[in-house]
């Protein structure tokens, strides 16, 4: 990549490229510190808040700043790259994408981004559809994150962590007899999380 980057870098008019590239590049070898200054520096050569690379180095810049454990920067950031119309470009990037906004707290960008995923035709992995479920549920949309957490489950079964969201999400909806059923489940596969005797007691007062 480096070869490929080295002519761009040549150009002046072209040294923000050179520089989110290179960024690109050095984040994709977990040189993380030198990654976000390359997107730092690539951001003090943009001409207008307007140029098409900047809602992608904002991004690339809030990843780093999550890595960096530097949360509320990162969380700013992230917003602001979404705010500017950041989009991914393949639906692998995009899945990266929502972990990361998920992991600042950044809900509410994620739910469109996932859901446009779903849309496309692309036979969406249970990654998808559990990250689409975790985001949902985060914006108090309980019904919708139920249907993309069943979708998760049919296509991956057993998966002891979305069947107690699942069944959290049923309990806050009243359906508890399909809260205890998912529930149980996930305790006859972990029998040893005993956390969830918690909730599936909770259910059981519940009805």
């Known amino acids: 990549l480096d070869a490929l980057i080295e002519p761009i870098a040549s150009d002046p008019q072209l040294t923000d490229i050179a520089l ?3 960024g690109r590049a050095a ?3 977990n040189r993380v510190g030198r990654a976000r200054a390359q997107f730092e520096a690539a951001l003090e050569q943009q001409a207008t808040a307007g140029n ?11 990843v780093c700043l999550a890595q960096l454990q530097r949360e509320p920067e990162a969380r700013r950031e992230l917003a602001q790259a979404m705010e500017a119309g950041f989009m991914p470009e393949t639906p692998e990037e995009a899945v990266r994408v929502a972990q990361t906004l998920l992991q600042v707290g950044l809900a509410e960008p994620t739910v469109p981004l996932l859901e ?4 496309r035709g692309l036979r969406p992995t249970a990654e998808v559809w559990a990250l689409l479920g975790r ?10 994150a139920i249907s993309a957490y069943t979708e998760a489950l049919q296509l991956k079964p057993q998966q002891v962590e979305l069947l107690a969201l ?3 999400g049923l309990r806050q909806i009243g359906l508890l007899d399909a809260a205890v059923v998912d529930y149980t489940t996930a305790l006859q596969i972990a029998p040893t999380q005993h956390a969830l ?4 007691a909770l259910s059981y007062l519940q009805q």
């Open 20 to 22: 989110y590239l290179s």
């Open 27 to 29: 984040l994709g070898q």
């Open 52 to 62: 098409r690379l900047a809602p992608s180095l904002h991004f690339y810049r809030g």
């Open 116 to 119: 446009a995923l779903t849309l």
């Open 135 to 144: 985001a949902q549920q985060a914006c108090g949309q309980l019904e919708r």
């Open 166 to 168: 699942r069944g959290e």
């Open 197 to 200: 005797h918690y909730p599936l």
